[in-house]
């Protein structure tokens, strides 16, 4: 962490050990690198004819129906087929299985129950296709790995299946069941989750405009609490969070076939509420520098390096509260936040960069060219 | 609060043993979400028909009446039938067997007969049906008493007018039923011509308009449409539990192992408001009656994270204060002052996503703005006040240094 730095009382300031204006092209042209991977990502995704959208949407955005089975047998890659054409053959062509990786909590009581019986081999566990349940689940804790190596689950719930299809109305997926359990004896619907079309255009089209409103909101707010250029270049830094936050899962959309529902609009929120928080903690210190400064005539681009040098320790350490707590919930918590999770981490992580290196930046270009001469004006709220 | 410190922690034990009470004395009754306890939630949509070309609140209510009505005979306690938007109906039902079953039921058109007693006093169907009922009211006789109101179509005026005067003689009963339930059996006392009557007999207002749209929702003519159907096993629901709930207590853990790593003994006392943070909050999630969800749990979980946020602001600025060379005291009330404006300000900010949150959203979407919110707002209590008393007890008490410059 930083070296801390005191308040001046004398003419000569000391502006901390970080030059953040001198090197401010630097630290912008960094972080235009790290969107440029997920800006091509969104590009791919929209010129992708299956996707045409930035991401790839969830049932909650798309319609559709989501279906997780609780398989008593163990079943592995080739049943995929199988079980992608029972769906085939009841009008549900095109839908998406995948074997999920064992999950502590259901395959752990599967693993009591059928604790009597031996182990099958070992070899056919993970038999995973390196698609998205693979990697999501192996982001899971090496813990529960290694304790389902050791006990494979045979009971109750031998394997977990999830299968995205198109919107199933009526008895169906109970048709489905029936056919599945002939070829594979007892399933357990764990869960299903099904959107009709309609709602799920009015589910995106309310998420994407609370994500406009919470924009304006709280561009209006810091005009209030601040100034208005001091509010456009918090939301600058904001929309490289929020953008970062939205390539990353672009890519993982087609890395890992992610995709985003209403929990994921919910942590760009969030992120987007709390990833002001750095950002407003460096403004309060420079309208405190300003005031306190006011009569020594010094640069704006000095009382900006010199605040943000003041507050760098804690910029940090809040985000890091947030994180520690967000790392156990990703590392612990259930499967069903984990993506949450994720994108609360990520989003956290961007907007303390950009709280740090961006917005204040960026604030002092503004005022030095808008007001080059006497660029000390006393921001108060 | 106030300038004594005595007085303020008499406040905030007082506070403890109040949260401890509501905690263990509702322990057992914490409402959870589907998602972790299990069930189905339907969201059913009316639909215009040619009939009723527009769905106005009053179908609305009708709809939600006779939803209720269904879900209640299922006998599955503590379902919830809410009010979405214009004219939807979220209707969860915890633990169902059969979601389908479920389905069938609610999301079919409500059916609406009168029926007669016939010689072995058995009910039998008379022709009238909800398609000859127009409307039903609420109204008050001159003795004040709560009567319902009805209309007939034409084509009903005429059927109900033989009916009755075949049954006023004998002052015989009407049986009215819905879903071949019977929700009401007037005695019929005089024949009803003109196509508009009455029923009364002791009903308080929730009665008759109980009835009253359970009438109304026989003659409504809407379609409905499941539109969503979000059903959670109960085995995926207590395995999430287990896991947030871990989850929860070792982001606790690190946060305040962080804490004390990085403001000593500031950071411990830091460290115990929050842990008066915690059982605050939740003790409030339990008077409010806050349905927990794997979101929501979430959105504790990061208030938690979030909660101390405000002593690292105050207690780096403390830190500065004392280089500048301020008494202790000094140092840790311009810590908080100074501190204050941008607490309060980066609050407020998540408070206007979480305001956005509840408004747009629906079901988790809802669990997790409400919990971040309340933890934002008690944060700022347990932050500031709690944290600032515990300070000066200590500092009063030990003459220990709480303001003594640590390493950062």
């Not at chain 1, 995948?98 to 031996?118: D, H, L, S």
């Not at chain 1, 929020?242 to 087609?254: D, E, I, K």
């Not at chain 1, 306190?292 to 704006?300: A, D, G, H, Q, S």
Request: with cysteine.
């Amino acid at each position: 962490m930083s070296k801390q730095i005191t308040p001046e009382t004398t003419t000569t300031v000391n502006e901390g050990p970080l030059n953040l204006y001198k090197y401010r092209w630097l630290f912008i042209g960094i972080s235009l690198l790290f969107l440029l991977p997920g800006i091509y990502y969104i590009a791919a995704n929209m010129l992708d004819p299956e996707i045409r959208a930035p991401l790839k949407l969830g049932i909650d955005f798309k319609g559709g129906t989501l279906l997780e089975y609780g398989f008593s047998k163990h079943v592995s890659q080739p049943d995929v087929e199988k079980i992608k054409h029972v769906f085939d053959e009841h009008g549900y062509a095109g839908s998406v299985v995948q074997i999920q990786e064992p999950r502590v909590g259901i395959n752990k009581k599967a693993v009591e129950i059928g604790a009597e019986r031996t182990a099958p081999s070992q070899a056919e566990a993970p038999t995973m296709t390196g698609d998205a349940s693979a990697e999501k689940a192996g982001a899971q804790t090496a813990t529960v790995t290694t304790n389902q190596h050791e006990k494979q689950p045979t009971g109750e719930i031998a394997s977990i299946v999830s299968v995205r299809a198109k919107h199933m109305q009526g008895q169906v997926d109970q048709e489905i069941l029936k056919d599945l359990e002939s070829q594979y004896g007892h399933i357990t619907v764990l869960q299903k989750n099904s959107i009709g079309p309609a709602l799920a255009k009015e589910l995106l089209s309310n998420g994407l405009l609370a994500l406009v409103l919470a924009y304006i909101l709280i561009v209006g707010y810091l005009t209030y609490r601040f100034q208005f250029d001091f509010a456009v270049c918090a939301v600058v830094a904001l929309l490289h969070d929020t953008v970062f936050l939205l390539g990353m899962f672009a890519m993982f959309g087609r890395l890992f076939n992610t995709e985003v529902d209403s929990l994921f609009i919910t942590s760009v929120l969030t992120v987007i509420g709390f990833s002001v928080h750095d950002t407003i903690v460096v403004f309060d210190r420079i309208r405190e520098n300003l005031k306190i400064y006011y009569t020594k005539k010094l640069p704006f681009v000095t009382i900006m390096n010199m605040s943000v040098n003041q507050t760098l320790t804690r910029s940090i350490n809040t985000s890091l509260t947030v994180l520690l707590t967000m790392l156990a919930l990703y590392f612990f918590g259930g499967e069903t936040t984990r993506d949450f999770v994720l994108a609360i981490i990520i989003g956290v992580a961007a907007g303390t960069y950009s709280s740090i290196f961006n917005a204040s930046v960026m604030l002092a270009m503004w005022r030095n060219r808008a007001a080059a001469p006497q660029a000390l004006k006393p921001a108060t709220a | 609060m106030f300038k004594n410190p005595k007085v303020n922690l008499l406040i905030i034990v007082v506070l403890i043993m109040a949260s401890l009470w509501t905690v263990v004395k509702d322990k057992d009754n914490i409402r959870l979400g589907l998602d972790l306890k299990g069930g189905t939630r339907l969201t059913l949509q009316a639909e215009p028909t040619p009939d009723v070309p527009k769905i106005r609140p009053a179908d609305m209510d009708s709809l939600q009446t006779v939803i209720e009505r269904r879900v209640n005979g299922m006998g599955i306690g503590e379902s919830v039938v809410q009010r979405a938007g214009e004219n939807r109906l979220i209707v969860e039902i915890p633990g169902v067997k059969d979601p389908d079953e479920a389905k069938r039921l609610l999301g079919r058109v409500g059916k609406l007969e009168f029926k007669k007693l016939d010689a072995q006093r058995q009910w039998v169907n008379t022709g009238v049906s909800g398609k000859d009922f127009t409307k039903a009211d609420v109204a008050t006789q001159q003795s004040g008493e709560w009567i319902v109101q009805f209309t007939l179509s034409p084509s009903g005026a005429k059927k109900f007018a033989d009916l009755t005067r075949e049954l006023a003689p004998t002052r015989a009963p009407i049986g009215i039923f819905f879903d071949d339930e019977q929700v009401s059996a007037p005695a019929v006392n005089e024949p009803i011509l003109d196509g508009s009557g009455m029923i009364e007999g002791n009903f308080t207002h929730e009665t008759a308009k109980e009835l009253v749209d359970t009438l109304n929702a026989g003659a409504l003519p809407v379609d409905i449409d499941v539109v969503e159907e979000n059903t959670i096993g109960p085995l995926l629901g207590q395995s999430s539990i287990k896991q947030s709930l871990f989850a929860g207590l070792i982001g606790l853990g690190l946060v305040l192992a962080f804490m004390i790593l990085c403001y000593r003994m500031r950071g411990f006392v830091a460290g115990m408001a929050l842990l008066v943070y915690t059982l605050l909050t939740f003790a409030i999630f339990m008077t409010v009656g806050v349905t927990f969800t794997l979101a929501g749990i979430a959105g504790f979980i990061l208030s938690i994270g979030m909660a101390v946020d405000a002593n690292i602001l105050i207690f780096e600025r403390t830190k500065e204060e004392l280089r500048a060379g301020r008494s202790k005291w000094k140092a840790v009330e311009v810590g908080f002052d100074r501190a204050f404006p941008s607490i309060f300000d980066s609050n407020t900010t998540t408070l206007i996503t979480c305001l956005l949150l509840w408004v747009m959203g629906t079901g988790a979407v809802k669990g997790f703005a409400l919990t971040l919110a309340i933890g934002v707002g008690v944060s700022m209590f347990s932050a500031i006040t709690v944290t600032r008393t515990f300070l000066h007890l200590i500092d009063n008490a030990s003459g220990e240094p709480t303001g003594a410059p640590v390493k950062a």
